[in-house]
């Protein structure tokens, strides 16, 4: 009897009154929707979302303090390891943070080529985010037809510099080699055929009331929070603020280009669909005026203790050899000073904080991720969602643990 009830002695007996609780669930970080290894705490009052709790660090290989023990163009190769979705974007942040430190130019084709391999990594990313979304909402079909033009990014990549994914070709003073003949024509025809791919996307996926219905309303950021928490790119845009680094503080000539920059209204996990299929064509706008207005001449710097001879040099010159052997096992020596550059990559701004101290190898190395401050967001954007809800918002994140984890 006294299991169940209080027993009170005065002839009358009360029921204990009981509560119901809240049911806490783990969401990753084997979850196929949580777009790599996130552990989710969710805490659920019914099919509500009532705390989202991320928990991160399932990933972390200290890359800031390895490179710091690494000579400066030995760290590009952790760079690339960061957002392995677009590689070339984040090579291309390290090395302008590196040149800043060297305080030395880039030839006007370096510049124009490292533009059109950011550009190319801009659409490989929002290829991919665009059609996980749709994924994760239960169309299938888009993400054929976009997996297939990425495929036909990284076979390009492999004709630039020998590698598909984690390139290494952003080097600091230039790119390692130039563009193999016929590069640019065959870049082009692949932007022609991207316009209908984007098209058809838009056909199945944007006006269709049921994608609509899931993405509508889900995750929404106000430009105030946007700004409070710090985010960036297309997060950032999304709720109506027109803020691109390429525009604001250009580097590599991006001045140069004639482009707009998309802006949402609602914040929503729609309107990032929504500017990511603009910015993608944006992309594409930018990649051709790079193709008609390609400069010739060299693609690295003239400073040869920076950059790394010919091997044609090397067979005929003794410096040469020495310059490379030096190069290759003691680095370039970098004058004390520090730096804060930040570039606009596909996911919000890449910013890398780097302190020289006279040796070939960085004093201190900080790295502002794009992700990060995006992941960080779910804890708000998530509280009152649907259950289903959350590997939509995930999604249009557009989160990747190497570049949160680093």
């Known amino acids: ?14 029921p204990v009154e009981r509560k119901l609780r ?30 989202a709790d991320p928990h991160i660090g399932f990933l972390h290989r200290a890359s800031e303090k390895l490179m710091e023990h690494k000579h400066y163009t030995q760290s590009l190769p952790y760079v690339d390891r960061f957002d392995y979705v677009s590689t070339l974007a984040n090579e291309q942040g390290f090395a302008i943070a590196v040149e800043r430190l060297l305080n030395i130019e880039v030839p006007p084709r370096a510049q124009a080529i490292r533009v059109l391999c950011s550009e190319l990594s801009r659409i490989a990313n929002h290829l991919l985010n665009i059609s996980g979304t749709i994924l994760d909402a239960g169309g299938i079909t888009p993400f054929f037809w976009m997996c297939e033009e990425r495929e036909k990014i990284y076979e390009l990549s492999e004709r630039l510099c020998g590698a598909r994914i984690h390139c290494a070709y952003v080097r600091p003073g230039g790119v390692s080699q130039d563009i193999p003949i016929g590069f640019m024509d065959d870049i082009h025809e ?3 055929k991207l316009g209908e791919r984007c098209d058809e996307t838009e056909d199945i996926a944007t006006g269709n009331r049921l994608y609509y219905a899931r993405t509508a309303g889900v995750g929404v950021v106000t430009a105030h929070d946007a700004i409070y928490h710090g985010f960036s790119g297309p997060m950032l845009r999304s709720t109506g603020v027109k803020w691109d680094l390429r525009i604001a503080f250009p580097y590599d000539g991006y001045d140069l280009y004639d482009f707009d920059v998309p802006i949402g209204t609602f914040g929503d996990s729609f309107d990032r669909h929504l500017l ?4 993608l064509r944006q992309s594409i706008r930018i990649i051709n005026q790079v193709i008609d207005t390609m400069p010739e001449g060299e693609v690295r710097t003239d400073d040869s203790k920076v950059s790394p001879p010919l091997r044609s040099e090397m067979k005929t010159s003794m410096e040469a050899l ?3 052997f030096k190069l290759c096992s003691e680095g370039y020596v970098v004058p004390p000073g520090a730096t804060y550059t930040g ?12 302190v020289g101290d006279g040796t070939s190898k960085p004093y201190r190395v900080g790295i502002r991720s794009c992700s990060y401050n995006h992941l960080a967001g779910i804890a708000f954007m998530g509280k009152g969602l649907l259950l289903a809800d959350i590997s939509i918002l995930i999604a249009t994140i557009d989160i990747v643990f190497g570049d949160i984890d680093r």
Do not use: T
């Not at 196929?32 to 805490?43: N, W």
């Not at 990511?276 to 910015?279: A, F, K, N, P, S």
């Open 1 to 14: 009897m006294e299991k169940y009830y209080r027993v009170i002695y005065h002839g009358r007996v009360r």
């Open 22 to 51: 809240n049911m806490w669930i783990n969401f990753g970080p084997q979850h196929p929707a949580a777009h790599g290894v996130l552990r989710l705490i969710l805490e659920l009052d019914g099919e509500l979302v009532v705390r």
């Open 190 to 192: 692949f932007c022609m």
């Open 276 to 279: 990511r299929l603009m910015e």
């Open 322 to 324: 020495i310059h490379h």
């Open 343 to 354: 570039v606009e990559c596909p996911k919000g701004e890449l910013g890398f904080y780097m």
